[in-house]
């Protein structure tokens, strides 16, 4: 039986859900609260395809990328849109780094990251990044850049093509249970479906209220800044060069990413947004700031993480410190380099009540509404299988009340 379904929600994840819907016969519409899709973490992201190496594994994140990859690689060849595997070198600079490098090797080998090649020789590393400095690294050729926005467009269009609807402009502002179906509200529409997805980034916890929803996990967003590259000194990176992250915090890093139109970028840094869409230090919103302040996790959070949070909120103001970071792995890099600062993200980061960090990509199941309540990076690169994983475990014909987080 065809089933009227909303999706709230025009980022990657919302599309691809909708797109594997209307395949299905289903009659979906998206709602979608700006005038074009991907304006938010789809439109402002790194642009890379992960293959895997942080995860942990048997993790959503871990599965769901793994195969997310091939299937992005995939519909990239199908649309004929731009996929190019620049590959990717994480880099130990100092043997106080070589525990958490032999880590993130573990994992990517049980990830099974696909040509995963460990590097102790200098020679080697040198060959595939020459200007780098390290004592050894791990590098995973299928790591590729990719344009978000371009995909999530051409998704769309298979939905439009199926018989999907996509409202844009179109803020919900209420969602109501009615005979166990849901009545749908923007302030120009107003109906009811028989299941609703809520597919919504830095305002899933927000739009899960609508239907009386755990509050928590909360969403703290934090911004990525970039700087780009001159065009001259861009030809120091070939692919993308990565730090090797911090393991308490979600975070890759501050590194350099050639992009599928060939722009390098150096970034993102993690710095507290003031807004849920606080792409620059002067957007606030004083509702938001209030939210993330009066969360019972915030506090905890700043506690533990304070230090890290003042330097990177000093390298955010003061770009000799941004630049000092870059450079601890290209050194031949001079602060004129980072010519000026291209778009900020913000990342939509979902924490419990005792400021801990939700890592893995969480849903919850609230009557006939699907939350996705938690889908950081490396959702951009595992949106149809996460659409995949929500269809098979949460769409089933009959409703099932089921909550998973990891
Ligand atoms: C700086 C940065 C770098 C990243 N780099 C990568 C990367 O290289 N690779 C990777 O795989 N991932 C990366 N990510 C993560 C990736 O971008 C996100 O995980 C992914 O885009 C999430 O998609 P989404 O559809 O869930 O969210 P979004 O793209 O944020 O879409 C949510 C949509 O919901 C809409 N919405 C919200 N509330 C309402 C409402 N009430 N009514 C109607 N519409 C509403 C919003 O306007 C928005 O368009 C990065 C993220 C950031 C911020």
Redesign the pocket.
């Known amino acids: 039986m065809t089933e009227r379904v909303g999706v ?7 599309i691809a859900l909708a797109r594997l819907l209307t395949g299905r016969g289903d009659d979906v519409t998206i ?4 005038s074009h899709l ?5 439109g ?5 395809v ?1 293959a895997g190496l942080y995860y942990k594994p048997g993790s959503l994140k871990a599965t769901l990328c793994a195969s997310g990859r091939v299937k992005i690689r995939e519909f990239c060849e199908e649309k004929r849109l731009p996929y190019r595997e620049v590959g990717k070198l994480v880099v130990a600079v100092d043997a106080s780094e070589l525990a958490a490098l032999a880590e993130i090797e573990r994992r990517s080998i049980e990830n099974r990251v696909p040509d995963l090649a460990r590097i102790d020789d200098i020679v080697r590393l040198r060959e595939i990044e020459p200007h780098t400095a390290g004592v050894a690294a791990v590098h995973s050729p299928r790591t590729a850049a990719v344009d ?1 926005s371009t995909i999530t467009e051409a998704m769309a269009q298979d939905v439009r093509a199926a018989g999907g609807r996509i409202l844009l402009s ?3 502002t209420g969602m109501a249970e009615e005979n166990g179906r849901v009545r749908v509200t923007t302030p120009v529409f107003d109906d009811v479906f028989d299941r609703v997805i809520v ?5 899933s916890d927000a ?1 899960a209220r609508f239907v009386g929803a755990d509050p928590a996990p909360k969403i703290l967003p934090f911004r ?1 800044e970039y700087w780009e590259m001159t065009p001259e000194s861009a030809s120091l990176v070939r692919g993308m060069i990565y730090p090797v992250p911090d393991p308490r915090f979600p975070f890759l890093g501050v590194h350099f990413t050639r992009g599928v139109y060939d722009a390098v970028h150096v970034g ?1 840094n993690a710095v507290p947004a003031l807004s849920r869409e606080g792409y620059r230090w002067l957007r606030i919103s004083a509702r938001d700031t209030w939210e993330s302040l009066s969360w019972p996790g915030a506090w905890p959070l700043a506690k533990q993480h304070w230090r890290m949070g003042v330097d990177e909120i000093s390298g955010s103001l003061i770009k000799p410190l941004y630049y000092r970071k870059a450079r601890r792995f290209l050194p031949e890099l001079k602060i004129s380099d980072l010519s000026h600062r291209a778009a900020a ?4 980061q979902a924490w419990g009540r005792a400021g801990e960090l939700i890592d893995d990509f969480a849903v919850d199941q609230v009557g006939a509404v699907t939350l ?1 309540r938690n ?8 949106s149809i299988a996460i659409a995949e994983y929500v269809a098979e475990h949460y769409l089933a014909p009959t409703p099932r009340s089921r909550l998973h987080r990891r």
């Open positions: 709230v929600g025009g980022g990657i994840v919302g709602f979608e609260k700006e991907a304006q938010h973490q789809t402002h992201n790194s642009g890379v992960h978000y179109h803020e919900v597919c919504a980034g830095l305002h739009v990525g993102p993200g913000v990342r939509a996705l889908a950081p990076s490396p959702a951009a690169t595992s």
